[in-house]
């Protein structure tokens, strides 16, 4: 299920990741679900819901790094 706004994000999405992050997620998670919908673009028997969610981590991931408790924008010192 596509997420309409930050606040719709799974708890531990809102608890561990900062605003701007939380909204990168759910961009590449609605794109995610729409991009997968069909069983055959996915791999193995990942459901939908689980290929959207890995995709949405991994676009985090190429731009945020998780330093001691928190998540920051790897340019950052």
Do not use: I
Not at 5 to 18: G, I, Q, S, T
Not at 22 to 31: E, G, I, S
Request: charged fraction near 35%.
């Amino acid at each position: 299920m596509p997420y309409e706004c930050n606040a719709d994000l799974p708890d531990p999405v809102r608890e561990a990741l900062p605003e701007g992050a939380q909204t990168m997620y759910r961009k590449a998670f609605n794109n995610a679900w729409d991009q997968y919908a069909d069983p055959e673009a996915r791999q193995g028997d990942a459901s939908r819901e689980e290929t959207a969610h890995r995709v949405a981590w991994s676009a985090v991931k190429e731009s945020y790094e998780k330093r001691g408790e928190g998540w920051v924008r790897k340019d950052e010192s």
